[in-house]
């Protein structure tokens, strides 16, 4: 019986480089929303919305169907702040002491919200977040691929008055295809108006080694979210190693499925040099829940030892888009805690 890392894992400082505020909605706040905003959901109670969250094949576009219904109950700024809010306070329960968190844009704006009301109030949130828990984050805008690149300019139009506020630009949504082509002028706006650069390159969509590659070179992006099929290829290897782009992989997928997956892709990562890290995607919707359930499960169903789980944790901090100073502040209390 090996060693119950339970405990250490629970205390170990953590940082969470990819999940989506709109991923933490829990279903008692989503029935709550959808309440008080008069939203018609196909939901009456918790349990219903868990048996919904069972989402089959094709896995990506399923999800993606329910978390857009889901979002329909988001509408004013205190709905955001809410959920943002809570969000913070679980990554404390979880130790989680560094976020890079993603937003929604045209998945809202596309809905008639306003972006100075939906984005002041997950902002506020964060600031309060750090007065109230000492949890530091940064914004990552997603633009939703599935949408036009005309609309990705008017949300950076949109998003002027707030630019020291957010990090990075991203894409996510529905992988269509060729979709780098699409958002290259996109990201030659962002990169030039100082923006860090990620994409989501989602696991088992058509043509993965060829839309890792376009994201590289097309968009120039600085890291990859999920990012499996890197390893499918020998050349894509060699690149995301020699220039470290960091891998955002998350190893849960629906909550009647809990084991964490490709672990042993994981590993190989870990093996190879790549700068991966594990993270929860869309906590309340996945099986990932928050951080200490993601690493306990790595341990209990995959053998991670305590090694590898700072590995991993190290390799977050390293990625992390913050200064030179506070990357060695969280790379040593790391260290000193597996130290000790
Ligand atoms: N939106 C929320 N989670 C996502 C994911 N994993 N891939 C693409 N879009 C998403
Ligand atoms: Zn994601």
């Known amino acids: 019986m090996p060693h119950d890392l339970t405990d250490f894992i629970t205390g170990m400082p953590k940082a969470e480089l990819h999940v989506h505020i709109e991923g933490c909605l829990e279903p008692r706040m989503l029935l709550q929303f959808a309440e008080r905003n008069g939203v018609d959901l196909p939901y009456q109670d918790e349990d219903e919305v868990l048996a919904a969250q069972d989402y089959g094949e094709p896995a990506l576009d399923n999800f993606l169907k329910y978390h857009e219904n889901c979002l329909r109950v988001l509408k004013t700024g205190q709905d955001f702040y809410e959920l943002a809010y809570a969000y913070f306070r679980k990554c404390a329960e979880n130790n989680v002491v560094y976020l890079e968190i993603m937003f929604e844009t045209q998945a809202h704006v596309s809905r008639g919200l306003v972006f100075s009301e939906f984005f002041g109030a997950i902002n506020q949130a964060r600031k309060e977040a750090r007065r109230d828990f000492k949890v530091e984050a940064n914004w990552i805008m997603s633009f939703q691929r599935d949408h036009s690149a005309e609309s990705s300019m008017e949300i950076l139009d949109m998003a002027v008055p707030f630019k020291d506020e957010i990090i990075a630009v991203g894409l996510d949504n529905y992988e269509v295809n060729n979709f780098a082509l699409k958002f290259v002028e996109v990201f030659r ?3 030039e108006e100082g923006y860090r650069l990620t994409s989501h390159c989602d696991c088992n969509q058509q043509n993965s080694i060829e839309h890792i590659r376009q994201c590289l070179e097309l968009l120039q992006v600085e890291r990859i979210d999920h990012g499996l099929h890197v390893i499918d290829s020998p050349e894509l290897t060699t ?14 997928w629906r909550p009647s499925d809990p084991a964490p997956r490709r672990m042993e892709s994981i590993r190989k990562m870990l093996e190879l040099g790549l700068l991966v890290s594990v993270n929860s995607d869309d906590p309340e919707e996945f099986a990932s829940r928050y951080m200490n359930n993601i690493f306990i499960e ?12 700072v590995r991993l944790t190290r390799n977050a901090f390293s990625s992390a888009w913050i200064s030179e100073d506070s990357r060695s502040h969280y790379l040593e209390e790391l260290e000193k805690y597996a130290a000790a």
């Open 189 to 191: 706006r962002a990169r």
């Open 239 to 252: 690149i995301v190693r020699e220039r470290q782009i960091p891998l955002t992989m998350c190893p849960t």
């Open 298 to 309: 790595m341990h209990k169903q995959g053998s991670y030892t305590k090694d590898e789980i």
